[in-house]
């Protein structure tokens, strides 16, 4: 086992090195950057950059972004104690502590709703999103009076990490077809319950 | 007779029939216009009776004569009272019209009333509003881009560009997180620092769809738990609480099972064992109660928490692609060399794992059999130590009765003695319990019936329950479905156009109905006027009677004696009976003067019927009969 070994020596090292570059911002500061943070850390915007170029170069900031995602996923993913994060953090000066602490404390509930997110969608591709459009056709070139309903249904895939979109038009039959295929699915998870 | 005819004319026209705008009056009608509007009438009151007959009259008199008779026949069979035949139809009077077609008026059937208290399909809703819409886009001028207005970019731009994105939001108040009392720092973090909703998203555009996203999944959520509490919950008859954990408990233990399913070591596959590693070490990690620094130093990067929030973390791929890499030569020698190299390393290292295969399935086996025999090896054990001790007993009991042997006698009795105060003490410990027994039994008795009877009680409250959700779902329903209606219906009134006419006819009603009630008080007055005069003149008549029988009985009397007076009672009886006689002349005068004006009146409906000209026309088609006849004779004679 040797991932075993590395993990223990990274775990308390680089990681709370890079933490103590918080200390380069004033504690005030601290907690909206570290809400901005963790903003993103849930599905929203990052903080910018730009913001903050003059208190880290972009190596440092890019190196505070890791290891701050770092803190936050393990000290909510294993539901680690106020002792724990603190060995984590190192030796931080206890404001800079403090603010993370009070940030992990109001934000647990959020980031552990982003981190279940993020299992659940461990398979390659997942859904992102899906919008829908109902088109009635009223005519056509063959046809003065058509009335056929249509469903223009966009689906936002994530494949391997890329987005993807995937536009299909169905009329009323497909459409049937693809809700009993989805409501079989459904059931097949109610039955797991 | 104005408004009747106005009235009639619109109904005419409603139904169908093309009546030109200068026709004022029925009295204007020709008899074409009367035939398409009695058979345009027909059609629309019974499409089998009307449909038969042409709208137009016919040139040839007989083929007109038959298209009378036919319509004449329809009408009777309606249930049209008054007369009617071909005549009314070809040589018509205007009465006998009117009441014709305020018979054929009434009979239209009133679908506009009926069907306005239904609620249209959706279907015709849908195209009523398609149209329109349709129809306001058609009349907006087009516009180049630059001078649209917002009105305008509505209708006429290629519609919105960004797509349908969603971001989760945070919101304080939310079903997700369980509204119990939130920590201090909640609080300071919704006071100090979360953003206002609209600028919570990376892109303004995806605000209404975050929005509407957050929401339909906890409406979903909420909806789901509601079911799924209504259906299973509640007879389960738990706490919400309770019931969560209890569900999260046997979900927890279901994914294990599965999970250790899948982690059964199959060594067929060498790719397998990898996975399988890791899964036994999720495994551990997963049913341990391992500290928090015991998975430290384990190095598994699956966690887990309540509800399985484990995740894997991004480093432990990145750490297996560092071993990978640094498994590699970095040596930089000729590619030959390398390659010969590399071949011959990564054969025999596949010998290698041959053999180590080949070796771990023997151990494997050896394991397996070893364990086997271990498990023969300790039934065995415990069965012996059974036995053992069974011996021990046994040997225990005959040791005692040995030891007792020698003084026999006295051994016997003691042991009577100790046998009988034994018996009499199981006795006595046999009543004593009766005497406990029987009231243990009976409070059992009665809580048992008591738990039933709650039982019962609550099974009752919990389908008076589902019955009240019922209930509430159905009028909700209901009242979404009512309202639907009202909120159509106000608008189909509000389409409605605001028409005077009907206020109008309303208004002349009533205003009729006032005539007539001052005519009827009219034509009492009179009518008691002309009894009072009746009864005067009765009384007269009376009064006149008895003076003059008076006044003859005296002068008779007087003239017996009186030469003078007999002369005078001559004139009396004179006087009497020219009287009698003026009287009747008077009465006379009044009958004929009465005949007059009915003989008067009768002319006046005599010739309202246009009499001279029907009898002109009658004989005009009288002679194209004739003629028609004489034709068809000719032709029979020619044929």
Known sequence: ?193 | MEEVDRILIHSLRQAGTDIDEDVQSVKQFTSELIVEAVVRCLRVIDPGLGSGVSTTLPPGMSARFRLGMSLAQACQDLGYKGEIGYQTFLYSNEPEIRSLLMFLVEKLPRESAEASDQPAGKSALLQKAIAAQIKAQLALPWLPPSCRLPLHCKTQSPGPCHSFRAQPLSLPYSLKAPSKKQAKEVKEYWRVHLLPVTSQPSQHASVPASLLENHVSELSAAQEWENEWNSQGLLSRLTPEDYRSRKRARLQKRIEEQLRTAAQPRPDTHGATRSTSDLTELLNSFGGTATGGDILTKGTRFTHSEKFTFTQEPEKAAQQMAAAASALPSSHQSEEDLKAKQEAELSDLQQQLQQLSVQMEEVGGDIRQLTVSIHQVSDELKQRELSNSEKQDTVKVKKQTIDLLPDAENNLVKLQSLVEGSAKRVVHLASQWEKHRAPLIDEHRRLKELCSNREMESSMKLSEIKDLHDKIRHSAEEAKKKESLYKQLITEYETLPKDVSRSAYTMRILEIVSNIKKQKEEITKILSDTKELQKEINGLTGKLDRTFAVTDELVFKDAKKDESVRKSYKYLAALHENCTQLIQTIEDTGTIMREIRDLEEQIETENGKKTVSNLEKILEDYKAIRQENSALAAKIRDG
């Open chain 1, 1 to 193: 086992m040797t991932s075993a070994s590395a993990d223990s020596t990274e775990e308390s090292g680089p990681e709370s090195i890079m933490i103590k570059l918080l200390e380069k911002l004033s504690p005030t500061e601290c907690p909206k950057l570290l809400h901005r943070f963790v903003d993103g850390l849930c599905g929203r915007s990052y903080p910018r950059r730009v913001e903050y170029s003059e208190v880290w170069s972009l190596i440092e900031w890019g190196e505070l972004m890791n290891s701050l995602t770092q803190l936050f996923r393990v000290a909510v993913g294993r539901m680690s104690s106020d002792q724990q994060v603190q060995e984590l953090l190192g030796d931080l000066d206890s404001a800079h502590a403090d603010a993370i602490l009070q940030c992990l404390h109001a934000r647990q509930e959020e980031i552990r709703q982003a981190l279940v997110d993020r299992t659940n969608g461990m398979s390659s591709t997942q859904l992102q999103d899906f919008n829908w459009q109902i088109k009635l056709a009223l005519s056509s070139d063959k046809l003065s009076s058509l009335n056929t309903p249509l469903l223009n249904l966009s689906l936002d895939l994530k494949e391997n990490g890329i987005q993807r979109a995937v536009n299909m038009e169905m009329n009323k039959e497909e459409l049937h077809t693809l809700i009993s295929a989805l409501e079989a699915a459904n059931k097949v998870v109610l039955q797991l319950k």
